[in-house]
């Protein structure tokens, strides 16, 4: 991913992957944001636009819908984002003919599609599937499309370590530091100088401290989100019809299935965490 820039309000979020452009939004909510929400589609998304012709993929929660099938109960439609669609000319990956609708918000009086993927022609027709999965930390499920793209893939090594320092932040590690300090300064006399003590002996010590804490904060992550899937999944399962299929978690693997739509390539995948592995 390469040129990524964002909105100052953060409701959009831009990034460019060789040469398709990725666009994520979040478009204002609320029948009393109407205005707000045409001005957002009207010139806010605009400005994220790839000035040349390039593949286009603009994703996220329009907070409205296009149909009256897209909802249950009243339609909040957007007349500047029609038109934006069609003067981009994208595309809903969300083939209704062939599967039935599948709603990605629920509230006690209704449920909607509120959360859409709309694609360039050329992205919509390699497309080998898509479906609707259940995510952790948000009350909307997630869209998952699959399209196989030949575009060249260049191979990147891990890189060169950074030192997070937001980590610094955290009092807890700041203390395992200082602890730490008194027993490295010990190792001075060892070394010819202070510069090679420094340089081969305190940074290979802090680069394995701070690794060792981020993957204790990963795991601790991971740990939380499949809690809260396991959480939202049960609960899903005894208020919506909506079930999930091929949702995968570090401990379990749930039973339950989504509203799915099937294309006779390979579309049924594993996934580390739900929402994420897009082919």
């Given at each position: 991913?390469?040129?990524?820039?964002?909105?100052?309000?953060g409701?959009?979020?831009?990034a460019?992957?060789n040469?398709?452009?990725?666009l994520?939004i979040?478009a204002?909510?609320?029948?009393?944001?109407?205005a707000?929400?045409?001005?957002?589609?009207n010139s806010?998304?605009?400005?994220?636009l790839?000035?040349?012709?390039?593949?286009?993929?603009?994703a996220?929660?329009?907070?409205?819908?296009?149909?009256d099938?897209?909802?249950?109960?009243?339609?909040?439609?957007?007349r500047?984002?029609d038109?934006l669609l069609?003067g981009?000319?994208?595309?809903?990956?969300?083939?209704a003919?062939?599967?039935t609708?599948?709603?990605?918000h629920y509230?006690p009086?209704?449920?909607?599609?509120?959360?859409?993927i709309?694609?360039a022609d050329?992205?919509?027709?390699?497309?080998?599937?898509v479906?609707?999965?259940a995510?952790?930390?948000?009350n909307h499920m997630?869209?998952l499309?699959?399209?196989?793209?030949?575009?060249p893939f260049?191979?990147?090594?891990?890189?060169?370590w950074?030192?997070?320092?937001?980590?610094?932040?955290d009092?807890?590690?700041?203390?395992?530091l200082k602890?730490?300090?008194p027993e490295?300064?010990?190792?001075?006399?060892?070394?010819?100088?202070?510069?090679?003590?420094w340089?081969?002996?305190?940074?290979?010590?802090?680069?394995?401290?701070?690794?060792?804490?981020n993957?204790?904060?990963?795991s601790?992550?991971?740990r939380?989100e499949n809690?809260?899937?396991?959480?939202?999944?049960r609960r899903?399962?005894?208020?919506?019809?909506?079930?999930t299929?091929?949702?995968?978690t570090?401990e379990?693997?749930?039973?339950?299935?989504?509203s799915?739509?099937?294309?006779?390539?390979?579309v049924?995948g594993?996934y580390?965490?739900?929402?994420q592995?897009?082919?």
């Amino acid at each position: 991913m390469h040129r990524i820039r964002h909105l100052p309000s953060g409701r959009g979020l831009v990034a460019y992957y060789n040469n398709i452009c990725l666009l994520n939004i979040y478009a204002p909510s609320g029948t009393a944001n109407r205005a707000e929400r045409e001005t957002f589609f009207n010139s806010e998304v605009i400005e994220l636009l790839p000035q040349v012709l390039m593949g286009l993929i603009m994703a996220g929660d329009f907070n409205c819908v296009q149909t009256d099938n897209d909802c249950t109960g009243h339609r909040y439609s957007s007349r500047s984002l029609d038109r934006l669609l069609h003067g981009l000319r994208l595309t809903d990956v969300w083939d209704a003919s062939l599967n039935t609708y599948a709603y990605t918000h629920y509230t006690p009086t209704g449920a909607s599609r509120l959360d859409r993927i709309y694609v360039a022609d050329e992205i919509r027709k390699p497309k080998q599937g898509v479906e609707t999965l259940a995510a952790a930390f948000t009350n909307h499920m997630a869209v998952l499309l699959r399209v196989h793209l030949s575009i060249p893939f260049t191979l990147r090594g891990k890189g060169r370590w950074c030192l997070n320092t937001s980590f610094l932040d955290d009092l807890t590690l700041r203390d395992k530091l200082k602890a730490a300090w008194p027993e490295w300064k010990k190792h001075i006399p060892h070394l010819p100088s202070t510069v090679h003590w420094w340089e081969l002996y305190v940074k290979h010590m802090v680069k394995i401290l701070f690794t060792r804490e981020n993957t204790e904060r990963n795991s601790d992550r991971i740990r939380l989100e499949n809690f809260l899937l396991r959480s939202y999944l049960r609960r899903n399962s005894r208020t919506h019809p909506v079930h999930t299929e091929n949702v995968y978690t570090e401990e379990v693997e749930s039973k339950n299935s989504t509203s799915k739509q099937h294309f006779p390539s390979k579309v049924n995948g594993r996934y580390s965490r739900a929402g994420q592995n897009v082919r």
